[in-house]
């Protein structure tokens, strides 16, 4: 069973997480990268955000995650 201090853990993780890559994919659009590197970053950097999403995730569920948060 999942405990409430887990899922509030989780929770916060999941907002951290959220606002610190949707400050990075502002910060992209904000310098104004060239064409190719600018959408090239901002698919790495949504790749980075499902990895870091589905290790969280894997972590409230008791799986092994990629990432210790």
Known sequence: ???LTTVVSVIVYL????????LL???IG???LPAPFDKV???ILAIAAV???ISI???LTGGQ???RP
């Open 30 to 32: 904000y310098i104004g």
């Open 1 to 3: 069973m999942i405990s």
């Open 41 to 43: 970053a901002r698919v």
């Open 51 to 53: 990895l870091v999403i």
């Open 15 to 22: 907002i951290v997480a959220g606002l610190i890559f949707y």
């Open 25 to 27: 994919f502002w910060l």
């Open 65 to 67: 995650p990629m990432f």
């Open 57 to 59: 995730l894997l972590s």
